[in-house]
Each structure stands twice: as structure tokens, then as C-alpha cells.
């Protein structure tokens, strides 16, 4: 089946505007992650969604940084007023239901640039 | 809060050698332990996993086993070949009491030559 889609797959944009980063999740998943990974941080979490839960929201980095998932499903990070060192890789993984295996299923990531 | 730690690269090895990457954490619960693989140009993918003290994961010819006394995971590989060049990251995550949300090491990148 289809794995976790994410898009665009790269994106070049100014430092102080706004971007959105879409992650499509695996059918069927309902615990979502954001990660980003950059040269000086490494592998981040950024947020985690769990169903209808709340989302744990410990890892954003600023509240320049904000997520959603409509329906359960589809997932959007948005950065406003880019800065140069938002630049990184963003990736989204999902996992199937609670008491499914522990494996995280990662999209390609979307390469974000802040010029 | 947890962390995990691994061994800094770049690892430069020969085809056929032997490989260890060395992995700590530091953990409250009781964490699962992961090894991640990111082949150039790729994406994260799983490579083994352990879910509790003396599981030992393997796959492809890895292997790595869950300490508890000594909190690691280091990660073997008895002959590398040149198609395991890639970088690797170590992770734990608590499913129970953290959501399950991974917790990675630095990476640690491995380029193995004919």
C-alpha cells in the first residue's frame, strides 16, 4: 500500500514569510509525528497527534510553529515569519492504532530553505 | 528526560570488516530501543528493534541487543559490504508514558570501501 507522501518535497522561501509542509499519512494510522532534522540539531521531534487526543506539542520550537490534522488524517506544519534557521529537513512518520507494533513510518521529508 | 548517545563518525570501514556503533540512553520508564538507517538520498527506515531488556533485534545481518544494566544498544554487523554505507541513528522511544515519540541520537555516518 501507500506509504507516508509529503509535499512539496522542496521549498525555497524568504526569511519572514509563511510556509505550510502537508504530510499524508499511511490509510488507516492514527498516531502522527513531525520531526526536523537539521546539521546543528540533528533528528528533532516537533509534535505528536494521537487520535482525537490533544496534541503533544513539547518539541515545537517556537510558537512561530504550529500543526493541525483535519479529520484524523492529513497533517500541516505551518512556520510563520520564517527565519534562516528554520532551514532543515521536515520529516512525518506515522504508527498504526494503540496496541500496534512500535515502528514510526517516515515520509521523504520536505527540504525547507530560507533564503 | 531521556537521551540517547552514539558513537561519532564519520566510520570508514573495509568491505568484509567488522562493525560496532555504540549507543547509550538515558531513560525513566520503560523505552523501546531502535535503529534507523538513512541510505544517501533516501528516507528514514527501520532497521531492527528491541522492546524490552535482552530482546535482541536483528535484521539484514545487524544485530543489536537491549542492555538495561549497562543502558546500551549497540549496533554489529559481521562483514560490512559497500551497500551498507549509510548513516545511522540510534532511538528510544516510551509508547506507555511518552506517546511514543522518537528520541534519537546524533547519527552516525558509515562509509564502507571495496
Known amino acids: 500500500g501507500a506509504g507516508v507522501s509529503q509535499s512539496p518535497s522542496n521549498k525555497v522561501t524568504e526569511k519572514g514569510k509563511d510556509v505550510e509542509l502537508r504530510c499524508d499519512p499511511i490509510?488507516?494510522?492514527?498516531?502522527l509525528y513531525w520531526y526536523r532534522q537539521s546539521l546543528g540539531q540533528g533528528l528533532e521531534f516537533l509534535i505528536y497527534f494521537q487520535g482525537n487526543s490533544a496534541p503533544d506539542k513539547s518539541g515545537l520550537p517556537s510558537d512561530r510553529f504550529s500543526a493541525e490534522r483535519t479529520g484524523g488524517s492529513v497533517s500541516t506544519l505551518t512556520i510563520q515569519r520564517t527565519q534562516q534557521e528554520d532551514s532543515a529537513v521536515y520529516l512525518c512518520?506515522?504508527?498504526?492504532?494503540?496496541?500496534?507494533?512500535?515502528?514510526?513510518?517516515f515520509g521523504p521529508g520536505t527540504r525547507l530553505t530560507v533564503t | 528526560g531521556n537521551s540517547v548517545t552514539q558513537m561519532e563518525g564519520p566510520v570508514t570501514l573495509s568491505e568484509e570488516a567488522f562493525l560496532t556503533i555504540n549507543c547509550t540512553y538515558t531513560a525513566t520508564g520503560y523505552p523501546s530501543l531502535f535503529w534507523y538507517v538513512q541510505y544517501p538520498g533516501e528516507g528514514l527506515q527501520l532497521l531492527l528493534k528491541a522492546t524490552k531488556a535482552d530482546d535482541k533485534g536483528s535484521n539484514k545481518g545487524f544485530e543489536a541487543t537491549y542492555r538495561k544494566e549497562t543502558t546500551s544498544f549497540h549496533l554489529e554487523k559481521g562483514s560490512v559490504q559497500v551497500s551498507d554505507s549509510a548513516v545511522y541513528f540510534c532511538?528510544?522511544?516510551?509508547?506507555?508514558?511518552?506517546?511514543?515519540?522518537?528520541?534519537f541520537g546524533q547519527g552516525t555516518e558509515l562509509s564502507v570501501k571495496p
Open positions: 512518520a506515522s504508527r498504526g492504532g494503540r496496541d500496534s507494533s512500535y515502528e514510526q513510518y
Open positions: 532511538a528510544l522511544s516510551d509508547l506507555r508514558n511518552q506517546g511514543g515519540k522518537l528520541i
Open positions: 490509510s488507516g494510522h492514527t498516531a
